[in-house]
């Protein structure tokens, strides 16, 4: 289990990192790459029931830094595992 949870915390701080950087590096014209992004989206769709109301849809972007974050967060993770343990 407290392998799982360091994992997802190593994931979860990548694709924060990630993000900070690639919205960051517009000004920089060498860098401007990294902040380059692709959307999925789903407008919000409604399941009107009887007894309940359900609304569902989501959006979802990521970034060329996000992906190499993540990339060396998973490269990573054997190493903070053995500092962990240690």
């Known amino acids: 289990m407290k392998k799982k949870i360091t994992l997802i915390i190593l994931i979860i701080a990548a694709l924060i990192l990630g993000s900070i950087i690639g919205k960051n590096v517009d000004g920089v014209e060498t860098l401007k790459w990294l902040g380059y992004s692709k959307s999925l989206s789903m407008q919000p769709s409604d399941f009107d029931l009887p007894v309940i109301k359900f609304t569902f849809g989501f959006d979802l972007s990521i970034n ?3 992906i190499i974050m993540t990339v060396i ?6 190493k903070v595992l ?4 240690a």
Do not use: F, G, S
Not at 73 to 78: C, M
Not at 82 to 85: E, F, G, I, P
């Open 64 to 66: 060329i830094a996000q």
């Open 73 to 78: 967060a998973v490269i990573a993770y054997p």
């Open 82 to 85: 053995k500092l962990l343990n």
